[in-house]
């Protein structure tokens, strides 16, 4: 299905705004200007904070970049100065091709559909990081930076991660890697030590705002907080939830949460019937991340005795009302049996309308 114009717009690499990682911009550009680039970068931070728009910005400034080495001109030009920005102009003759994949110098590792299933794999395999192998066996096809993208690095299996592994430990001529990670921790060690790391963290609610207001002019005030307070400081999230109705289904969540212990299990089925639809997936794992992030925050708010920003009005008194109920160890044992619930339920293709009767029923058992 081709993509939408709304949807190229939202895509990293489609996109030229990237606010509040100035500091990782200017680190890259220090190491470029030095010629003292490093072969391989590790750029984490949590999802949707902006580390594939990074990548992308990286990639189109390399693969658009005059070779440093070409000299000065016929006629006496000056060599290239030292580059001020990652930015390029978007009347760049390559540009296009380098957004939609038709550039010879970039290639990028991401999970595959697999064939059996027609449904996109949990993991990055084997298969998927040896065309890089192919990618970097060969010669240049357009003479200059070769550049590959691995998102995310933290979803390789252990077959993937060791044929990775075997390109960082002999890289490649005017080559560079860029991987990305959710959770870097997940990474083998051996990985990690060999990546210049590029470290992304959240962004205050002004700079989220920002992101919110200029793509979506229409939000109100109230929304807008809710949104930038339910995306946690990471803007590609708050996106994600503006399209998908995100407020609307979290004023749902708290709704049938307000009930407990005694849910209205009958509006919960009706409810779960809706996001257990086929064409429902998005929002299913919309409604899973929001379900697991307000009990997250109830119990964040229980162990430190402390409220939090509300993202509806008086949630805090239900919050407290709700974690009376157990001790914070309780809760905190739960929220990871839901979470666990959840993957394997995604693993195996579990029913997912039980799946979510299951983690309302399974916090009013805490109360008996």
């Given at each position: 299905?081709?993509?939408?114009?709304?949807?190229?717009?939202?895509?990293?690499?489609?996109?030229?705004?990237?606010?509040?990682?100035?500091?990782?911009?200017?680190?890259?550009?220090?190491?470029?200007?030095?010629?003292?680039?490093?072969?391989?970068?590790?750029?984490?931070?949590?999802?949707?904070?902006?580390?594939?728009?990074?990548?992308?910005?990286?990639?189109?400034?390399?693969?658009?970049q005059t070779d440093k080495?070409?000299?000065?001109?016929?006629?006496?030009?000056?060599?290239?100065?030292?580059?001020?920005?990652?930015?390029?102009?978007?009347?760049?003759?390559?540009?296009?091709?380098?957004?939609?994949?038709?550039?010879?110098?970039?290639?990028?590792?991401?999970?595959t559909e697999n064939e059996?299933?027609?449904?996109?794999?949990?993991?990055?395999?084997?298969?998927?990081?040896?065309?890089?192998?192919?990618?970097?066996?060969?010669?240049?096809?357009?003479?200059?930076?070769?550049?590959?993208?691995?998102?995310?690095?933290?979803?390789?299996?252990?077959?993937?991660?060791?044929?990775?592994?075997?390109?960082?430990?002999?890289?490649?001529?005017?080559?560079?890697?860029?991987?990305?990670?959710?959770?870097?921790?997940?990474?083998?060690?051996?990985?990690?030590?060999?990546?210049?790391?590029?470290?992304?963290?959240?962004?205050?609610?002004?700079?989220?705002?920002?992101?919110?207001?200029?793509k979506f002019p229409e939000?109100?005030?109230?929304?807008?907080?809710?949104?930038?307070?339910?995306?946690?400081?990471?803007?590609?999230?708050?996106?994600?939830?503006?399209?998908?109705?995100?407020?609307?289904?979290?004023?749902?969540?708290?709704?049938?949460?307000?009930?407990?212990?005694?849910?209205?299990?009958?509006?919960?089925?009706?409810?779960?019937?809706?996001?257990?639809?086929?064409?429902?997936?998005?929002?299913?794992?919309?409604?899973?991340?929001?379900?697991?992030?307000?009990?997250?925050?109830?119990?964040?708010?229980?162990?430190?005795?402390?409220?939090?920003?509300?993202?509806?009005?008086?949630?805090?008194?239900?919050?407290?009302?709700?974690?009376?109920?157990?001790?914070?160890?309780?809760?905190?044992?739960?929220?990871?049996?839901?979470?666990?619930?959840?993957?394997?339920?995604?693993?195996?293709?579990?029913?997912?309308?039980?799946?979510?009767?299951?983690?309302?029923?399974?916090?009013?058992?805490?109360?008996?």
């Amino acid at each position: 299905m081709a993509d939408t114009e709304e949807s190229l717009e939202l895509n990293p690499r489609h996109s030229e705004l990237l606010l509040g990682h100035e500091a990782a911009e200017r680190m890259f550009l220090e190491a470029f200007n030095s010629d003292r680039l490093h072969h391989a970068w590790l750029i984490s931070g949590p999802k949707g904070v902006g580390k594939a728009t990074l990548a992308w910005k990286i990639a189109k400034f390399l693969l658009t970049q005059t070779d440093k080495d070409d000299g000065p001109g016929l006629f006496g030009d000056d060599l290239p100065s030292e580059a001020s920005s990652l930015n390029i102009s978007p009347d760049h003759p390559d540009l296009h091709r380098i957004v939609s994949g038709g550039h010879g110098g970039l290639v990028i590792a991401e999970r595959t559909e697999n064939e059996k299933t027609g449904k996109l794999r949990n993991d990055i395999v084997i298969n998927d990081i040896r065309k890089l192998i192919s990618f970097y066996s060969q010669t240049s096809a357009e003479g200059g930076w070769r550049v590959a993208i691995v998102d995310a690095a933290d979803e390789m299996n252990v077959n993937a991660a060791n044929a990775l592994l075997k390109i960082l430990e002999e890289p490649p001529e005017k080559s560079i890697i860029l991987l990305l990670a959710h959770a870097p921790g997940k990474l083998l060690p051996t990985i990690k030590s060999r990546c210049r790391a590029l470290s992304l963290s959240t962004l205050p609610e002004d700079s989220v705002k920002a992101v919110l207001a200029g793509k979506f002019p229409e939000l109100s005030i109230d929304d807008l907080t809710a949104l930038t307070r339910l995306s946690e400081g990471a803007p590609g999230r708050a996106i994600e939830l503006a399209n998908n109705d995100g407020v609307g289904l979290y004023r749902k969540v708290s709704t049938h949460l307000s009930r407990f212990p005694r849910f209205n299990i009958p509006e919960i089925h009706i409810l779960a019937g809706e996001l257990a639809a086929v064409k429902a997936d998005d929002k299913y794992h919309l409604f899973v991340n929001i379900y697991l992030g307000w009990i997250e925050r109830m119990i964040r708010q229980s162990a430190s005795n402390m409220p939090l920003p509300e993202i509806l009005d008086g949630e805090n008194d239900q919050m407290r009302r709700i974690s009376a109920s157990a001790g914070v160890d309780r809760w905190l044992d739960l929220w990871e049996k839901m979470g666990q619930m959840v993957a394997r339920a995604d693993a195996v293709n579990l029913d997912r309308k039980q799946v979510i009767v299951n983690l309302f029923t399974s916090l009013s058992a805490v109360a008996r």
